[in-house]
């Protein structure tokens, strides 16, 4: 087999996974990896595990698709299950994390054209990530993203992250503002992790606004942070919530959830999907959420979220290479004071699987089933890296 009939979209690719149990998967040549990446931030429960795989093996012997047509048992259960760990009442299921964003970004558009407002716009924030579709790349504040590819979906604005008197400096010249879409961390743009009372202080900025509060919490939810959304760190709640990515465990899925006056603009005509809620997917997410709740591992997140930081922060204090180590929960970045993409390989040749984001910050994103053993054989690879670098 060859790449050859692929369209060259990922680059090239070292190795080729063929196999995975719990934290470990194994290549095709039977080298065995430790998973600190999880599919990027996919596979919460790990690979292959026990529950899910007995849920989506009944589901696909029972019934894998019918229409939106028709009601969806797995569908009502999830939405319930979701409503009840954030709090929000309406969800619309997508298939992928960009999919849930253009929901998110469709309830804007309509709010704002309801209220009468010319040109809806959006205020994002430079350095976010929001998806590849026309509309999530032009929200998403990273140029590269969006090179080749203008004329840019319209309406949006971006402000720093970060940076609550940017975003009310745009509430004073801007009447068009509906909504502001941010990420509680930043994930593709470096394990950003913003001030304490930043989402606090952007939901009072739409309060006084009358804008919707959306947060993008793709990367960040289900547990990930060691809540199950991490807006649940500040309690505070938004108007629109989306995630994918931990949700499906690494089946296609991703949702739009809406409270208040976000929950009824969506109406009938107005959105859809022929895959997005289908009983497969919504019956092996159903079966994370479960496994997330029961089985303490979103605790289990911010206990060894909180190890790593600690363990990581020991051993490099005074390391000149290192400028920051930060993160939330199991979303870990070490920036380095170098650009250091060689460190991805290095890595897979130690047995390792991790990322390198935004140039200089090595990214960890382990399933949250991490054990603390596997957690300080994670830290003791890392250093011997950042050492050899
Ligand atoms: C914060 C955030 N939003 C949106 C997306 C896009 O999700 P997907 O690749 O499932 O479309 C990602 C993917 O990395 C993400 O991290």
């Known amino acids: ?59 696909a012997q029972t019934l894998v698709h019918v229409s939106n047509l028709y009601n969806i048992q797995p569908q ?16 619309f299921f997508s298939n992928s994390g960009a999919e849930a964003n253009e929901a ?3 309830i804007a558009r309509k709010y704002g054209n309801e209220k009468g407002i010319d040109c809806p716009t959006i205020i994002t924030m430079n350095g976010s990530f ?38 009310k400096a745009l509430a004073e010249q801007n009447n068009n503002i509906v909504a502001i879409l941010v990420e509680p961390v930043q994930g593709e743009g470096g394990v950003n992790v913003p001030a304490g009372d930043y989402l606090n202080q952007l939901r009072d900025i739409c309060d006084q606004n009358d804008w919707l509060l959306m947060l993008d919490e793709i990367q960040t939810g289900n547990g990930r942070t060691g809540k199950y959304f991490a807006f649940q760190h500040n309690g505070i709640k938004p108007d629109v919530v989306t995630t994918a990515k931990g949700l499906g465990n690494g089946l296609p899925i991703g949702a739009c959830l809406a409270q208040g006056k976000a929950a009824e603009i969506l109406q009938p005509g107005n959105h859809g999907s022929t895959f997005g809620g289908n009983p497969l997917a919504c019956h092996g997410a159903s079966a994370v959420v479960e496994t997330l709740v029961n089985d303490k591992l979103i605790e289990n997140a911010e206990a060894q979220g909180q190890y790593l930081l600690k363990s990581f922060g020991e051993a490099l204090q005074g390391n000149g290479k290192v400028v920051d180590i930060r993160g939330l929960g199991l979303m870990v970045g070490i920036q380095l004071n170098q650009d250091c993409p060689q460190l ?6 130690a ?12 990214r960890l994103l382990p399933p949250l089933i991490l054990s603390q053993a596997d957690a300080d054989n994670i830290v003791e690879k890392v250093i011997a890296l950042i050492n050899a670098l």
Not at 77 to 83: R, S, Y
Not at 135 to 146: D, F
Not at 351 to 362: E, K, S
């Open 130 to 167: 929001h998806g590849r579709t026309m509309a999530t790349l032009s929200a998403t504040g990273n140029p590269k993203v969006q090179q080749g590819f203008e004329p840019l979906v319209s309406g949006f604005v971006n402000a720093p992250y970060n940076d609550v008197e940017a975003v």
């Open 351 to 362: 047995g390792l699987l991790l990322n390198v984001t935004a140039g200089n910050t090595i």
């Open 76 to 91: 009502e259960k999830l939405a319930e299950q979701l409503c009840s760990q954030s709090g929000m009442e309406k969800v």
């Open 1 to 59: 087999m060859s790449t050859q009939a692929l369209m060259n979209t990922y680059g090239e690719r070292a190795i080729t996974l063929v196999k995975g149990e719990g934290m470990h998967l194994w290549d095709d040549q039977g080298r065995r990896y430790l998973d600190a990446l999880s599919g990027i931030a996919v596979c919460a429960l790990g690979h292959c595990h026990p529950a899910f795989t007995q849920a989506i093996t009944e589901q």
């Open 344 to 349: 991805v390989a290095k890595a897979m040749e």
């Open 104 to 106: 998110a970004i469709k």
